[in-house]
């Protein structure tokens, strides 16, 4: 049984559409996450919720929309896409203090 | 701020070759250190870790030891191997649900 699952996998669209990508971690963890991996392989963090609480928020621009349904999941939504989006996106899930599991990666490609 | 600074890639190495990878870090209090690894074409997952001063963390060869007075946790194998191919980032973590990356070493293992 997977973890951490993301969907979809690969991601490519036009310049300016509205995407979302999903996250689900069976864990019971409660605190969840969303990773930029850009094309030098830096990892930054963009966004943490903690039982459906955002807590993290790093400066990341206002057309990426976080929305967790619940505490298995943290959607990650992002509206007028640009080409300085295309990265993998990663999704990680922890419990309070304890290792966090990672998604596979969403890579999105804007063209 | 918490940072990590890693030592810049790529690393390419015969096989059996003696890797070592340096990491050090800025943080207040006292942080856990992670070593994440991220094969081709898949997610990030924890190689190793180690939660307080002078712990050493272990984990398929790899060693790194959390020095908390040279601020470093540097990653260690003494014989590689063409599977050990992989981006290696060393990570922190504080109390605050926050993972703090560096930017990721690229290792290639030459057979």
């Not at chain 1, 039982?51 to 619940?70: A, Q, Y």
């Not at chain 2, 191919?85 to 109390?95: E, I, N, Q, T």
């Amino acid at each position: 049984d997977t973890a951490v699952s993301q969907t979809p996998k690969y991601l490519v669209t036009q310049m300016g559409n509205d995407k979302s990508i999903k996250c689900e971690q069976n864990l019971g963890h409660d605190t969840m996450y969303w990773y930029k991996q850009d094309s030098k392989k830096f990892l930054k963090i963009m966004f943490s919720y903690n039982n459906k609480e955002l807590i993290i928020n790093e400066t990341v621009p206002n057309r990426f929309s976080p929305k967790s349904p619940d505490k298995a999941h943290l959607n990650l939504h992002i509206n007028s896409l640009e080409l300085g989006d295309s990265a993998v996106y990663f999704c990680a899930s922890s419990q309070a203090g304890q290792k966090e599991f990672f998604g596979p990666g969403t890579r999105l490609t804007v063209l | 701020g918490n940072s990590v600074t890693q030592m810049e890639g790529p690393v390419t190495l015969s096989e059996e070759a003696f890797l070592t990878i340096n990491c050090t870090y800025t943080a207040t209090g006292y942080p856990s250190l992670f070593w994440y690894v991220q094969y081709p074409g898949e997610g990030l997952q924890l190689l190793l870790k180690a939660t307080k001063a002078d712990d050493k963390g272990s984990n398929k060869g790899f060693e790194a030891t959390y020095r908390k007075e040279t601020t470093s946790f540097h990653l260690e194998k003494g014989s590689v191997q063409v599977s050990d191919s992989a981006v290696y980032f060393c990570a922190l973590s504080d109390s605050d649900y926050k993972l703090s990356f560096g930017a990721g070493t690229t290792v290639t293992v030459r057979a």
